[in-house]
């Protein structure tokens, strides 16, 4: 919207200087900021994070008359981690309505819609979105943790990263990108976006080919469901997930500037990904809108709609900038949870014998004798630090 008023103003502008008669578009100068990524990105933070905390107690309020609370597992089923969440039990969830809502009206007002990076990162948020709340829903109707069937749940997640990683792939505007004139041979340096890349190498690390599109799924699919296992203790994912996108609207940013991608860090370039600074920053600002009520005690969990949804997003972010492994970096808090799991899993079913005391690992802490806030906030330091590294490594060679 305020792109299109830019757009607008800029036709009647250059009609009055055509004609060397000055109207309403020169006293309405302003309207010239409006094209700038930086400015709409920072309205779209800072909308997002207003909207939130004017909505907010309304959501919440809502939410608590629906009688929508969070079910706890049992004594039975996590013994000593029930002593210790048992007070959670009816705290509201489906929170993440409040950041997808917030997120959707800041990007259709400071956005380009039809721009093809933000458009795909938009349409994974809300499916899966969509996935975490019918999975809210149906824990809320069974009043046990059960939700979706685990089957259900990745049939959804393959379905909607298959589709993202498909229009991606034959989009023309999406599929090529810039790493500016080969050192070696003076030639002009394109990069697909089926190419592998790593900011410590300045040439694509390997050419995936038609291979992407399942490795764009499961990168998707990885995120949205490492975010998920995240999403345990009071702020732990919103705090992480701050942290991570400011990461990834910093390389967006770079990465649609062409002298700083092509001349001075050599990293993918599309003049495109601009469009995406403004998604991430709108998620940053409703995430901080969100912490404000989540933050420990939590009044509202955001609950599976909430951490599919931004899981998905980061993890289409993070292809759409061609930085797919610095994922593993500045995304890091978000794949330790993740790997804990997994480790957890596949210790027990081969040595039948566990590593943590429970999974995922941040639970572990809290059985160690960790107060839920330092585990929390110690995880929020250590997301920062990564995410800091992760941009870091954009300029080492």
Known sequence: MLYELYTWWKTAFEAEVSSGQEGWAHSWSFFNIFQYITVRALLACLLSFVLSLVLGPRIIRKLISMKVGQPIRTAAEVHKLHELHGAKAGTPTMGGVMIIG?????????????????????????????????????????????????????CWQFGV???????????????????GIDSMTGDANPMKITDLAFPLFKQAVLPLGIFAIPFF???????????????GLDGLATGCTISTSMAYAGVAYLAHHHFLAVEYLTIPHNPLLGELV??????VGAGFGFLWFNCHPAKVFM???????????????????????????????????????????????????????????????????????????????????????????????
């Not at 403004?278 to 998620?283: H, Q, S």
């Not at 593993?328 to 957890?344: K, N, P, R, T």
């Open 217 to 231: 799924v499961a990168i998707i699919v990885g995120a949205s469901n490492a975010v998920n296992l995240t999403d």
């Open 278 to 283: 403004i998604f991430l920053g709108a998620l």
């Open 102 to 154: 917030t997120v959707l009206i800041a990007i259709f007002i400071c956005g380009r819609l039809m721009n093809p990076f933000l458009a795909v990162t938009t349409f994974v948020m809300l499916s899966l979105g969509l996935l975490g709340f019918l999975d809210d829903y149906t824990k809320v109707v069974k009043k046990n943790s059960d939700g979706v069937s685990a089957k259900t749940k990745l």
């Open 303 to 397: 609950g599976d709609t909430g951490s599919l949804a931004i899981g998905g997003a980061i993890g289409t972010a993070a292809i759409c900038t061609k930085q797919e492994l610095l994922l593993v970096i500045v995304g890091g808090v978000f794949v330790m949870e993740a790997l804990s799991v997994i480790l957890q899993v596949g210790s027990f079913k081969l040595r039948k014998k566990r590593i943590f005391k429970m999974a995922p690992i941040h639970h572990h802490f809290e059985l160690l004798g960790w107060h839920e806030s330092q585990v929390i906030i110690r995880f929020w330091i250590l997301s920062l630090i990564l995410a800091l590294s992760g941009l870091a490594l954009l300029k080492v060679l």
């Open 161 to 179: 990263g298959l589709l993202a990683a498909l229009f991606l792939y034959f989009k023309k505007e999406t599929g090529m990108f810039d790493l």
